[in-house]
């Protein structure tokens, strides 16, 4: 099929490589940060010496003391996580295209993860033998990747309302990578007869995959990020 044209007046997506189990335990200890615990952090901190450093490389003098950082939670889950290039910018994944087709999806909030998770179904023909816990898997892990980090998922909103307009939706670990990946190349999800775009859950999927297929050959976890 032609490629879907793109939307222009909706938000920009951003599946950037991430350190999705770095990612976990951040998000875990700014959690409780503020929740009034203030261990979990300084510990996580001071057991990870790769964080500590990217951190003090990034300006911060007391990165031990959450309260001595002077970021917002997005703005600290962002930049203590994303993998570098070598030239020390985010390192992309796929080609340029791909990313600008997965960027701005001609549907709804231009979310082309939230397409894809709207208008697939289970393949009856599969999932009614043994294939019903795969297409539940792919649910669950596009769930994390796309609301994980919202404030219905964690009571709050702090990863939603960053500096510049960063928000994060969620992230998945390298190892969630490879499973996401492998079960969508199986034949236990098909699209719904009632989609709006003709041909768009396979468009969707398409584009999704290459950047999946970018960050397994990477090694690297995921994580979806918005911004106008």
Not at 10 to 37: K, M, Q, W
Not at 106 to 128: Q, V
Not at 154 to 169: A, V, Y
Not at 188 to 203: F, R
Request: aromatic share 8%.
């Amino acid at each position: 099929m032609d490629e879907l044209p793109l939307a222009s007046t909706t938000p920009f997506y951003t599946l950037d490589a991430c350190n999705g189990d770095l990612a976990e335990r951040i998000v875990l200890a700014l959690h409780d940060e503020n929740s009034g615990i203030h261990d979990t952090w300084k510990n996580l901190v001071e057991s990870d010496s790769s964080l500590n450093q990217r951190l003090i490389s990034q300006g911060i003098d007391k990165p031990k003391t959450r309260s001595e950082i002077d970021w917002d939670d997005s703005t600290l889950l962002f930049t203590s996580t994303i993998e570098l290039s070598k030239d020390g910018r985010p390192l992309p994944l796929g080609e340029f295209l791909t990313r600008e087709r997965f960027g701005r999806f001609p549907w709804n909030d231009g979310s082309l993860l939230g397409y894809f998770l709207t208008y697939i179904r289970p393949n009856r023909a599969l999932t009614e033998n043994d294939g019903g816990d795969i297409y539940d898997t792919i649910v669950s892990l596009l769930t994390k990747l796309t609301s994980n980090c919202s404030d219905q998922h964690l009571g709050h909103s702090d990863f939603e309302e960053g500096f510049g307009g960063l928000s994060i939706k969620g992230f998945l670990t390298s190892e969630e990578v490879k499973l996401l990946r492998r079960n969508l190349s199986s034949r236990t999800w098909t699209a719904s007869y009632d989609e709006p775009l003709d041909g768009g859950v396979a468009d969707a999927a398409k584009h999704f995959m290459t950047l999946l297929k970018a960050a397994e050959r990477r090694n690297v976890g995921v994580m979806l990020r918005i911004h106008s």
